[in-house]
């Protein structure tokens, strides 16, 4: 069972970051420059809004059933998967901007923004499991290389790569919420 713990934090990790690795791509596509102190900024937001959804999930999994909050946690990751999966299939072509430099207001605005999901997982795991400290950690070192990682793929095929893979987070998200829902 230990290995399917860390399965699943790999898999929470994934999904929590690949939205960095799509959004740092698509600066790199566009030439936009995403300097390593606001990188480091984003990822702690991130980190710490991640990590309050995983204190209020531990909090309610203290006030409710464990099977309720096993069923409650895997349905939100479950929920999460298939709306981000959707969104995907319907999302609408966007004009690019010409910003050359991400400011400091617009990495905290994007940090926020992207923490969404991991505010709704971290209530999600927290009700389901524990952990926490290590999802913390692997998220942020996590965030930190995707971006990064997004960014430098982005620049190297900026001239013939536009593909969106913003549905991998939504597939690791469903495979997650059918784990705990199969453990019922």
């Given at each position: 069972?230990i290995?399917?713990?860390?399965?699943?934090?790999?898999?929470?990790?994934?999904?929590?970051t690949?939205?960095?690795?799509?959004?740092?791509?698509?600066?790199?596509?566009?030439?936009?420059?995403?300097?390593?102190?606001?990188?480091l900024?984003?990822?702690?937001?991130m980190?710490?809004?991640?990590?309050?959804g995983?204190w209020?999930?531990?909090?309610?999994?203290t006030?409710?059933p464990r099977?309720?909050?096993?069923a409650?946690g895997?349905?939100?990751?479950?929920?999460?998967?298939?709306?981000r999966?959707?969104?995907?299939f319907?999302?609408?072509?966007?004009?690019?901007?010409?910003?050359?430099?991400?400011?400091?207001?617009q990495a905290?605005?994007?940090?926020?923004?992207?923490?969404?999901?991991?505010l709704?997982?971290g209530?999600?795991?927290?009700?389901?499991?524990?952990g926490?400290?290590l999802?913390?950690?692997?998220?942020?070192?996590?965030?930190?290389?995707?971006?990064?990682?997004?960014w430098k793929t982005?620049?190297?095929f900026?001239?013939?790569?536009?593909?969106?893979?913003?549905?991998?987070?939504?597939?690791?998200?469903?495979?997650?919420?059918?784990?705990i829902?199969?453990?019922?």
């Open positions: 069972m290995w399917l713990a860390f399965l699943n934090g790999i898999l929470l990790i994934a999904a929590l690949t939205d960095s690795f799509v959004v740092s791509f698509s600066y790199g596509i566009r030439n936009v420059r995403m300097p390593f102190k606001l990188v900024v984003m990822n702690m937001i980190s710490l809004i991640l990590a309050g995983l209020a999930g531990g909090l309610m999994e006030v409710f099977k309720y909050t096993l409650a895997g349905m939100v990751l479950l929920g999460m998967g298939i709306y999966i959707r969104k995907q319907l999302k609408r072509e966007k004009k690019e901007d010409s910003v050359k430099k991400l400011t400091f207001f905290v605005l994007m940090a926020v923004l992207l923490s969404l999901d991991g709704a997982a209530i999600g795991t927290g009700l389901t499991e524990s926490g400290n999802l913390i950690l692997g998220t942020f070192a996590g965030g930190i290389l995707m971006m990064e990682a997004g982005g620049r190297h900026k001239c013939f790569f536009r593909w969106d893979l913003s549905w991998v987070s939504g597939v690791c998200l469903l495979a997650i919420g059918v784990g829902l199969c453990k019922l």
